[in-house]
């Protein structure tokens, strides 16, 4: 399969460089094509990497992630272009973090609105997903990193794209079992705001790697 991934950092890279393992086509996307960490990635990443523009990503691939700042999704999605994502499943990993006043961070929208809902309403031909925002990046492509079952949620309005995103889920080695759909786009707002328990986690426990499961 043909994936574009936006963004360049620790998330974009842990990615596509799992994503290009598993013997999918990744290209990555930045704000120009020459980003010298694109370039760098796609030097060592394999054969099925490539890199360009957000929009030359966004052409390329039939499923996009956006691993991009979350303060920056609308402008780089815009970037990207609205006929390039259109019809296409996007899935959201970023979070709505505002650093603005040092850390820990704050959220820049909450409550009765989210992230995932304003690329949703700005680009409302693309299939949103949002998924893989509540763990680190290590996690997101290799679960058991973290001892016993935890789970992973994943957000949409769409059926299909959501079935799509858990075949990619499981392909990183999460069990159907551990997938657990929130419903539709509003849900998001659930495991966005959960960013700022997971950031005070990490602050006493010392450590990114764990998660949480969800026990009935």
Request: charge should be neutral.
């Amino acid at each position: 399969m043909r994936i574009g991934v936006f963004g360049t950092g620790v998330v974009g890279q842990t990615l596509a460089s799992k994503l290009v393992q598993l013997g999918h086509q990744v290209r990555m996307g930045a704000r120009e094509a020459s980003n010298e960490r694109a370039a760098g990635w796609a030097k060592t990443a394999g054969a099925g990497a490539s890199h360009g523009t957000f929009s030359d990503a966004a052409t390329f691939g039939e499923i996009l992630f956006h691993c991009a700042l979350g303060a920056v999704a609308l402008e780089v999605l815009g970037a990207a272009g609205e006929a390039n994502l259109r019809g296409k499943v996007l899935i959201d990993t970023s979070n709505p973090l505002d650093v603005s006043k040092g850390m820990p961070p704050t959220l820049f929208v909450s409550g009765n609105d989210s992230l995932a809902e304003r690329i949703q309403r700005a680009f409302p031909a693309t299939r949103v997903v949002k998924a893989l925002n509540t763990i680190n990046a290590q996690i997101m492509v290799d679960p058991g990193r973290v001892k016993g079952d935890h789970d992973v949620f994943v957000s949409g309005n769409d059926a299909e794209a959501k079935a799509q995103v858990r075949e990619l889920l499981a392909g990183f080695g999460w069990k159907p079992s551990q997938v657990i759909d929130l419903g539709d786009i509003t849900t998001a707002r659930g495991t966005e705001a959960y960013l700022l328990l997971w950031l005070r986690l990490w602050g006493s426990i010392g450590s990114p790697d764990f998660n949480i499961k969800v026990v009935r």
